[in-house]
């Protein structure tokens, strides 16, 4: 098959902080060990989630058409280090980083995404784009962590970084390999009750165990294509598996397992230790887009309408990333975020920061129609106007989620004219 990508190939991310707890358990520290910023959205301890929620929280908002707070989008970006990474937190922004920050690639990728769509500060994700090439494995991939062991999350996110950044990832290369070549390891084969199934991780030995919340990033990121945001299409009931030779085979791999494991109850379980019977809310919602990425439309739409009538109380503990990515697993289903089970999504995201400048009326949000759900393509990973981003676990709470941010508003017209200029030059200069 010819891989299809659009400036969006992108995908998901896992940061899983020490113990994970179980998804619906998570919830916002009732007492934050440190001061939480005024411009900072949700109330629980950022140390370990800070730039990832308020990342989520700006994409939700700009895919929605709101116009985030100024110091909202001014406080992510003033999180950058100098040598252009993000860490989870840091409280005093005006300490310069040092060898004990701890920075990593989901939270870098993240942001850039969340800016690139806000728009305002066009040189921090350029430099944020720099350090996560100077990190990249020589597989192609990425780890949570610089130097550690490509995972099909760190990859994907950071794949959507790129595109976001205006670079073309499939011709990102390290060692040459590509981020898509760092995926395919990651298929599991066409045997097996797993088949199709994309793994996290090798394990010791390089065995691949099926990980569904990895398999919802590695189809996204693999497909390459904008879909989240996007009402449901198709009724693909192709459950095959075909040896995964090149990505677009394995993301439909994928997508066909996840289809067969969610046929029957709708949702994905936990894998969570004292967890294990419960429903995962933020891994099914990752996985709603990915069906939906795979032309399983009506099997994406069920498991929407289940997360509606069951997720809610879950993103009420959870806080702003878990509203945001139910945001986008609305979208993706097909339902519109702004009556999802009886409430206002986006109204419940915003009212947990800063207000926006500016909020559209409830009947100006609804999921994209068949005819918005085209985007430019290309042969080789070259920039369109969509990207998608895609997001796991972070500080063991499951979060997950995809978006496309198709319409990338911005803080002024100035500002718009100044980042297209600003991307014009960096598409020049790139090897």
Known sequence: MNVRRSAAALAAAVAVLGGAAPAFAAGPSPSPSVQLPDALYG????????????????????????????????????QQCANGA???????????????????????????????ATGGHEDVPRKAVAWLKSVQNTDGGWGYNPGSPSDANSTSVVVGALAAAGQQPGKTLKGGK?????????????????AGAFAYQPDKKG????????????????????????????DNVATYCEKPDDPEQAAHNGA????????????????????ENQPDYGNTADAVVALAAGGFGRQATASARWLAANALKWAEQS??????????????GGINPRDFGGKDLIALLNATGPAPE??????????PDADEQAAEKDDDGGVSVWWIVGVGLVGGIGVGFLISARKKPQRTAERTSEQT???????KSQP
């Not at 590509?178 to 797993?194: R, V």
């Not at 289809?259 to 004292?274: E, F, I, Q, R, Y």
């Not at 806080?319 to 993706?332: C, E, N, S, T």
Request: charged share 15%; aromatic share 6%; with cysteine.
């Open 207 to 234: 065995a691949l165990a099926a990980n569904a919340d990895a398999t919802a990033a590695a189809v996204i990121g693999a497909y390459g294509e904008p879909l989240a945001g996007h009402n449901a299409a198709g």
């Open 178 to 194: 590509s981020p898509y070549d760092a995926l395919l390891k990651l298929a599991l084969p066409c045997t097996g009750k797993d």
């Open 256 to 275: 066909a397992y996840l289809a067969n494991v969610m046929a029957k109850d709708k949702h994905l379980t936990s894998v969570m230790p004292g967890a």
């Open 43 to 78: 109330t629980g301890d950022p140390t370990y989630d800070g730039v990832w929620r308020q990342s989520l929280t700006l994409l939700a908002q700009s895919e929605q058409g709101v116009d985030p707070a100024d110091e909202a989008v001014d406080w992510l970006a003033g």
């Open 421 to 427: 200029s600003e991307q014009d030059s960096q598409q």
């Open 86 to 116: 993000f860490a989870a937190f840091r409280p005093d922004p005006a300490k310069a980083c040092d060898a004990k920050t701890m920075v990593d690639t989901n939270s870098t990728a993240v942001a850039v995404q969340a800016l690139a």
């Open 319 to 332: 806080g702003p990333a878990a509203y945001a990515q139910l945001v986008f697993a609305a979208q993706a």
């Open 358 to 367: 500016q909020v559209p009326a409830a009947d100006e949000s609804r999921a």
